[in-house]
């Protein structure tokens, strides 16, 4: 796009130059038509230096640089010759038209308005003074006058063309910024969704071995070596799964069943020491809805295991009338509500994408987590281009 917005305001400026030699020295001669003509090669030349400073994302250029000043004094020069009586016609104008839209590319917004208008008065309102004689209503007068509106609305047209062509590469250049910039966006809300991933699996494993370690101590102290080495056992088998799952999160083929999850979650809570009672009764649960709930399911018993000196818990998933899905996770021996946590706000993100809701709160010592998604929901776009970027 660069390349063909240069060629197009070349072609301009090379096609501006040449109509003004042609229309201009016709039938015209002496000192003053060797200075148009040499006046016109010259800016001829600072046009096509000027281009490359319109070749940028966005106002790249100042109208003060030493390329533009000399376009614009030149051209000013040339059409201030020609208006010098007798006037040397309107062809000599075109040159001024180009240098006034290349300006009007490179100021901003209202400038370029300003500036276009200007250029537009300048030859408008010196033509028409210079142009004025004593022949102005006669025949032949009128005949030049029907040539003179062809090149005057040729002039108005080249005025606007620089800043047409160099607003469309503008267009494109900012559009190619978004595609990045989006690109870039997906790239890190993968990392953020990976981190998340590794974040639930890796803090729910290391909280179960923290656990069977605490038990382990317990029984050797007790001396109940047997029961010890098998709170090691459970330990290395735990271990072995952290390191099986995080290798699968890295390859993203990992599928959590939501029935498994919670079968493990009551388990793990019932060595706990906490009475567990778990009911799923969504036979019709999709796959990824049920990931996301198992994701959820591993939250609510990470953080029962952390922060609760719970006796009994509840799980429950159920499909509601509501036509929605619906888990809630409840506990008692619930500790003081803690602040600047991770997990519960990570839930909430992964679940704003399906369109669900995460509802946590405290009743005496009772601690419910209730989480919602519309049944037929379907992830957030973002998610999707995310994986599709990946």
């Not at 030859?123 to 004593?134: D, H, K, T």
């Not at 498994?260 to 809805?289: H, K, M």
């Not at 399911?297 to 929605?324: F, K, Q, W």
């Not at 509802?359 to 999707?384: K, M, S, W």
Request: net charge neutral; proline share 3%.
């Amino acid at each position: 796009m660069r390349w063909s917005t240069a060629a197009t305001l070349g072609a301009l400026a090379l096609i501006g130059g040449f109509l003004q030699l042609l229309l201009g020295t016709d039938g015209a001669d002496g000192l003053r038509l060797a200075a148009l003509v040499v006046a016109t090669i010259a800016a001829v030349v600072l046009a096509l230096s000027v281009i490359p400073l319109l070749l940028q994302p966005a106002v790249g250029a100042s109208a003060r640089h030493g390329r533009v000043v000399s376009l614009l004094t030149v051209a000013c020069v040339t059409w201030a010759l020609a208006l010098i009586p007798p006037f040397a016609g309107w062809a000599w104008g075109f040159l001024l038209a180009i240098a006034g839209g290349l300006l009007s590319c490179i100021v901003y917004r209202f400038w370029s308005a300003v500036v276009l208008a200007t250029t537009l008065g300048a030859i408008g309102l010196g033509g028409s003074l210079a142009s004025v004689g004593p022949d102005a209503f006669s025949v032949g007068s009128q005949a030049a006058a029907g040539s003179d509106l062809v090149v005057v609305s040729t002039l108005v047209v080249m005025t606007f063309m620089p800043l047409s062509a160099v607003w469309a590469l503008r267009v494109v250049l900012r559009l190619d910024d978004a595609r990045r910039m989006a690109s870039e966006l997906a790239v890190a809300t993968e990392r953020l969704r990976f981190a998340t991933d590794l974040h639930d699996i890796q803090g729910h494993h290391l909280q179960v071995i923290a656990l069977k370690g605490e038990l382990a101590e317990r029984r050797l102290h007790a001396g109940q070596p047997a029961l010890a080495a098998a709170e090691l056992a459970d330990i290395r088998t735990i271990a072995q799964a952290a390191l099986e799952d995080t290798r699968a999160v890295v390859n993203d083929y990992r599928t959590v069943t939501v029935a498994v999850e919670a079968r493990n979650a009551a388990a793990v809570l019932r060595s706990a020491g906490i009475s567990c009672e778990a009911r799923i009764a969504v036979p019709d649960l999709p796959t990824p809805v049920g990931a996301v709930f198992a994701l959820a399911i591993r939250e609510a018993a990470t953080n029962i295991l952390r922060h609760s000196r719970a006796t009994v818990a509840s799980l429950e998933l159920v499909r509601t009338g509501a036509d929605e899905y619906r888990l809630t996770v409840a506990n008692d021996g619930a500790g003081a509500t803690r602040a600047g946590g991770t997990g519960l706000s990570g839930l909430t993100e992964r679940l704003a994408a399906w369109q669900g809701t995460v509802e946590a709160g405290r009743r005496d010592d009772t601690f419910t987590l209730v989480v919602r998604i519309p049944a037929g929901a379907e992830p957030h776009r973002v998610e999707a281009e995310a994986g599709a970027e990946r």
